[in-house]
């Protein structure tokens, strides 16, 4: 079933709401950088999270950072308006034990010292750049301390990740609430229970719930407003032609250099590991353009 995310509300407006499965899409992000486990784990979670907040935006893009002390080292993703969604993290072999709840041990591999950054481009002259320590590294807490604190919006943001002990993806979601100005205490507390009763989203997703069955469970069955559906998917922008203005912006010297040295040139791509190979005739077309 192809992924997708819905954004809603609830409560005659007193809440915003987005809830997504993104189990394909983490699929195709681990086959394509051979994340472990517990790698796989927090770069689902940060691209889910993403894939959301992206459809936030009536059009551009976002991109968010996670730069943590542990060992996974930074996870970069990019997300936009239409569901598309790319990500890498830069040590994708990294596993571990579970840890004391069973679960897989995201916060040791993310670490708890740290920033989480968000910048958003939204075709304007400058972007738009929030950033905030890890407060946790689990990364639901992460984006949660995020959207209360960098862009003053009460929020709880659940995301989850269940991985299959050949690392292959079993599950992949997530949601976002938001509180809106004016809220009542009571419907506040009401979701604030029902999030303490609530399975891990992964699960639910796992048994077959869908985005709209997660809210209901969240939020109360009939009391939810569905605005929108996008489809989620793994969606990189790389290309052979911008790889080679890259190359063309190094200029005819070191252009040669690679000829003289390689006869050839490969570029790959972070996000999708996309592979682009020039020959040394391409070079020499590369050449004549940075001349």
């Known amino acids: 079933m192809t992924d997708y995310l819905i954004k809603a509300m609830a409560s005659n407006g007193e809440i915003r709401a987005y809830a997504a499965d993104t189990t394909e899409t983490v699929k195709e992000a681990q086959r394509r950088h051979d994340t472990w486990a517990t790698a796989s784990a927090a770069l689902g979670r940060a691209m889910t999270a993403s894939a959301m907040m992206g459809s936030m935006l009536k059009n551009g893009s976002i ?12 996870i970069i993703v990019d997300a936009n308006e239409k569901g598309e969604v790319r990500g890498y993290v830069m040590n994708p072999h990294v596993d ?77 979601g997530g949601f976002i609430i938001q509180v809106m ?43 939810v407003k569905i605005l929108d559906k996008i489809p989620v998917r793994f969606q ?3 290309s052979k032609e911008r790889f080679g203005n890259a190359i063309i912006s190094l200029g005819a010297k070191e252009i040669q250099n690679m000829i003289d040295e390689d006869g050839q040139a490969e570029a790959r791509c972070h996000f999708c590991n996309a592979v682009y190979l ?12 940075a001349r």
């Open 63 to 74: 991109t968010v950072k996670v730069e943590g002390d542990g060992p996974l080292g930074a």
């Open 96 to 172: 571990f034990e579970t840890n004391e709840f069973g679960k897989l041990d995201v916060r040791r591999a993310v670490g708890t010292s740290g920033t989480v950054t968000v910048v958003k481009d939204l075709g304007l002259k400058d972007k738009f750049s929030g950033q905030v320590p890890l407060v946790s590294g689990e990364l639901g807490e992460d984006f949660t301390y995020y959207f209360t604190v960098s862009e003053q919006t009460p929020s709880s943001v659940g995301v989850g990740v269940l991985v299959n002990v050949d690392h292959s993806i079993l599950a992949a």
């Open 181 to 223: 100005p004016g809220a009542s205490d009571e419907t506040i507390t009401d979701i604030e229970n029902r999030l303490k009763k609530m399975k891990p989203i992964s699960k639910l997703i796992a048994e077959g719930k869908t985005p709209e069955e997660i809210l209901d469970e969240v939020l109360g069955d009939g009391n």
């Open 236 to 238: 990189c922008t790389c």
């Open 278 to 289: 020039y020959s040394k005739e391409e070079l020499e077309t590369l050449k004549e353009q």
